[in-house]
C-alpha cells in the first residue's frame, strides 16, 4: 500500500544520523517487545508479512511519532486482537477475562534460539524464473491498496536482473492470507540516474530485490 512507511527516496525527511556503537536495544522495554512479537508469533495465526503490513496501517501522524519498537507494539496490539488471541476488553483491562481458557504457549525456552535462526521464508518449489540473468526489466508502475515490497522510488523505472537468489513466498498475496504464490526473487540493478534524474551520480547504482509478480520486460 501507498503510506508513510514507504519512505525510500522521499525528501524532507533529515538526514540519516549514524549511532556509533548502537547498542541493539536503548532500554530494556525494547527488548520485551522484542520478545512479545516473537511468543505471539509463534501461534502462527498471522505471518510475517501479514505483522509487516498492520505496521503500514498506523495511521500516518502516528507513524511517524512512534519509535521503531513502539510500531511494533502498536502492531502486535491490533493482531492479538484481530487474530482473536486477546479480546478488546482484556487488552482494554490489562488482565484476562474470568474463566477465559489457558493453553501451553508454543514458544519455550528452549526454542527460542531456534526460532530465530529460522531464514527467510524460502521455497523449494519448482517454479520456472521469468526472466534471466542480464535480462532489461521495468518495475510495473502498481499502487496495490495492500502489503507490497515494491518501493514507490523504483515503479516504472528500468533495470537489469543482476540476481536469481530462487523461489520466495510473495509477501503481497502471504500478508492477506490469499496463499504463498512462490515465485522467483531478483536482485535488480537499478542506474542512479535513471531513479534520481540527471544531477546523480553516473557511478552510482542501488539494487533491489523483486519478485516476478514486481516486473515486466522492458
Known sequence: MNGVHDMGGMHGMGPIRRERDEPVFHAPWEARVFALRQAAGAWRRWNIDAGRYEIERIPAADY????????????????LVKRGLVAPAEMERGHPAPGSPKATPPLTADTVRQKLSRRAPRRDTPVAPRFAVGERVR??????????????????KLGTIARDHGVYVFPDTNAQFLGENPQHVYSVRFCARE?????????????????????ERA
Not at 518495475?139 to 516504472?156: D, F, S, V
Request: no cysteine; aromatic share 14%; glycine share 6%.
Open 195 to 215: 531513479l534520481w534524474g540527471e544531477l546523480a551520480s553516473p557511478r552510482d547504482a542501488v539494487y533491489i530485490d523483486m519478485w516476478d509478480d514486481y516486473l
Open 64 to 79: 511517524l511519532r512512534l519509535s521503531y519498537y513502539e510500531r511494533w507494539l502498536a502492531s502486535l496490539v491490533a493482531l
Open 139 to 156: 518495475a510495473r508502475n502498481i499502487h496495490p491498496i495492500g502489503h507490497t515490497r515494491l518501493p514507490r522510488y523504483a515503479r516504472g
